[in-house]
Structures are given as structure tokens and as C-alpha cells.
């Protein structure tokens, strides 16, 4: 049985999250939550969000470029991670992190969690 925090713990583990916010290259782990259709029993499947960020504004392509890779090799991570899903990568968007603007991106994942 796994529940929803231990998922969330070999998630982090997994991607390397940070738990506070900074101003370098770094990846945080948010609950994206369920719509609760049963999988049997208690089972639900419970969504993810793994937010890949760059550090602060400097050079967009740069930026891009950095960010394109820190999500590929996430990417290679989450696929070999047994019993979890990935859902979708959104574009690039840039958001204020750590008192600064930070180019990120979003990976959509998501895995069985009984409640």
C-alpha cells in the first residue's frame, strides 16, 4: 500500500526535488490531486507535478537550452521508474521562484496511491 506522501517521498527522491525555494537550477514536486476514480478498492490514481527551473533570468536561449536538458534527463528518470506515469510536459513559461524569474517547465506524472 502506498499513500499519498510515501508517493510523494520516492518522488522527490527520485527527481532530486528541493523542498525550498532557489535561485539555481532545481527541480520541486507538487500534489496535482485526483479525480478519484476508484482503481479498485482503495486504489486511486494521483497525479504529480515535477516543476523544472533554471535559475534566474539571464540569456532565453541559454535558458531554454539548460531547461530543455534538466527535463530530459528527468524525463529518462521518471520512465524507468517502476509504477509511475507521465501524463504531459507543458512549454516553457517563465515564474517567480526564489525572488527572481526563472525559466521552468512542468512534467504531469502520476501513479496508483490508496486512500
Do not use: H, P
Request: glycine share 12%; aromatic share 6%; charged share 15%.
Amino acid at each position: 500500500m502506498t499513500t499519498i506522501a510515501q508517493a510523494r517521498t520516492a518522488l522527490v527522491t527520485a527527481v532530486g526535488a528541493v523542498e525550498a525555494q532557489s535561485t539555481a537550477t532545481a527541480c520541486y514536486v507538487y500534489s496535482n490531486g485526483s479525480d478519484m476514480a476508484r482503481l479498485g478498492q482503495s486504489g486511486v490514481q494521483w497525479g504529480f507535478r515535477v516543476t523544472c527551473a533554471v535559475g534566474q533570468r539571464g540569456s532565453d536561449a541559454t535558458g531554454s537550452a539548460d531547461l530543455a536538458a534538466l527535463v530530459a534527463a528527468k524525463l529518462a528518470t521518471l520512465n524507468a521508474l517502476a509504477g509511475w506515469g507521465i501524463q504531459s510536459v507543458s512549454e516553457d513559461r517563465m515564474r517567480t521562484i526564489g525572488g527572481g524569474e526563472q525559466l521552468t517547465a512542468d512534467i504531469a506524472v502520476f501513479t496508483k496511491v490508496d486512500i
